[in-house]
T-cell receptor, first 112, second 114 residues
Framework: EDQVTQSPEALRLQEGESSSLNCSYT??????LFWYRQDPGKGPEFLFT???AGEEKEKERLKATLTKKESFLHITAPKPEDSATYLC?????????????FGKGTHLIIQP | GAVVSQHPSWVICKSGTSVKIECRSL??????MFWYRQFPKQSLMLMAT???????TYEQGVEKDKFLINHASLTLSTLTVTSAHPEDSSFYIC????WGDGYTFGSGTRLTVV
């Protein structure tokens, strides 16, 4: 069974305090790993897609990396507006539906 | 970029009634739409995949007769929760396949059954 585990469940940081969020996955075959941001009561907002181990992508204060077993979302010098739940999801090979399998997310709070 | 419009944003209904949720692709055609459900502090769980012109595909454990999915056109997919009960209260979200790099999600529908 495909599984995605995110840690920590919640993280509280001071503004400017850099940190990393972890996403571990166990899948039959990975087609893509996705990171999303979700604000309360809203749908997920796309951040990154990673396809192969060693790949890295950056956007503003966020950087996503991928290995064969896990992905990290690094946040550098975060601001209060970065507070949200960050979701990791995988798309697996051979799946007929092509839908995503999500982790439970990391609830990130950035304090001013 | 691709935009998926979902309505309503929230709905309250009485137990035993049915509720329809609409998902429209505004600037592209979607032959497939995915429907997810999210309980508080839980992950998004894929419920079913709607396909334009054919029957929807349901994930294991999802009741086909309770969650009716229709993909009426290349821009519209609907989810109808029939005979809703309080345990069906949840956040329902639709998603279109990648247009570019990532899947595009609707804004979600908060369903409360009283």
């Amino acid at each position: 069974e495909d599984q995605v585990t995110q840690s920590p469940e919640a993280l509280r940081l001071q503004e400017g305090e850099s940190s990393s969020l972890n996403c571990s996955y166990t899948v039959s075959g990975l087609r893509g790993l996705f990171w999303y941001r979700q604000d309360p009561g809203k749908g997920p907002e796309f951040l990154f897609t990673l396809y192969s181990a060693g790949e890295e992508k950056e956007k503003e204060r966020l950087k996503a990396t991928l290995t064969k077993k896990e992905s990290f979302l690094h946040i550098t010098a975060p601001k209060p507006e970065d507070s949200a739940t960050y979701l990791c999801a995988v798309q697996v090979t051979g799946g007929g539906a092509d839908g995503l399998t999500f982790g439970k997310g990391t609830h990130l709070i950035i304090q001013p | 970029g691709a935009v998926v419009s979902q309505h309503p944003s929230w709905v309250i209904c009485k137990s035993g009634t049915s509720v329809k949720i609409e998902c429209r692709s505004l600037d592209f055609q979607a032959t497939t739409m995915f429907w997810y459900r999210q309980f508080p502090k839980q992950s998004l769980m894929l419920m079913a995949t709607s396909n334009e012109g054919s029957k929807a595909t349901y994930e294991q454990g999802v009741e086909k007769d309770k969650f009716l999915i229709n993909h009426a056109s290349l821009t519209l997919s609907t989810l109808t929760v029939t005979s809703a009960h309080p345990e069906d209260s949840s956040f329902y979200i639709c998603s279109a396949p990648p247009w570019g790099d990532g899947y595009t999600f609707g804004s979600g529908t908060r369903l409360t059954v009283v």
